[in-house]
């Protein structure tokens, strides 16, 4: 069982940055994609960004191509996503996935959630 705690959201204005952390217990992720997905109000979650398992493969949403960058650190079993450039429209709750699949930007494609944290962007 893998246990997802995201961290990081907050309150920024328009043109900001946010790093948001993904940490994982109760075993490795080292061999999942990870995966970032967020939830505007009133919209359906949608996928964000993902990394495989040792960083080679990246996917991201064409929304967020060029702003935001997803990488990872095995050894501290922990998922980053570093948002710069950040529009009113980004403001959504984000969460963080495992997969077991590759390159995986399907939210049927991961089995493990995290509880999400708020990213909320003033214009």
């Known amino acids: 069982q893998v246990q997802l705690v995201e961290s990081g959201g907050g309150l920024v204005q328009a043109g900001g940055s946010l790093r948001l952390s993904c940490a994982a217990s109760?075993?490795?992720?080292?061999?999942?994609?990870m995966g970032w997905f967020r939830q505007a109000p009133g919209k359906e979650r949608e996928f964000v960004a993902a990394?495989?398992?040792?960083?080679?493969?990246?996917n991201y949403a064409d929304s967020v191509k060029d702003r935001f960058t997803i990488s990872r650190d095995n050894a501290k079993n922990t998922v980053y996503l570093q948002m710069n450039s950040l529009k009113p429209e980004d403001t959504a709750v984000y969460y963080c996935a495992a997969s077991g699949m590759r390159a995986a930007t399907k939210q049927a494609s991961y089995g493990y959630w995290g509880q999400g944290t708020q990213v909320t962007v003033s214009s």
């Open positions: 109760g075993r490795t992720v080292s061999s999942n994609t």
């Open positions: 990394i495989g398992w040792n960083g080679g493969s990246r």
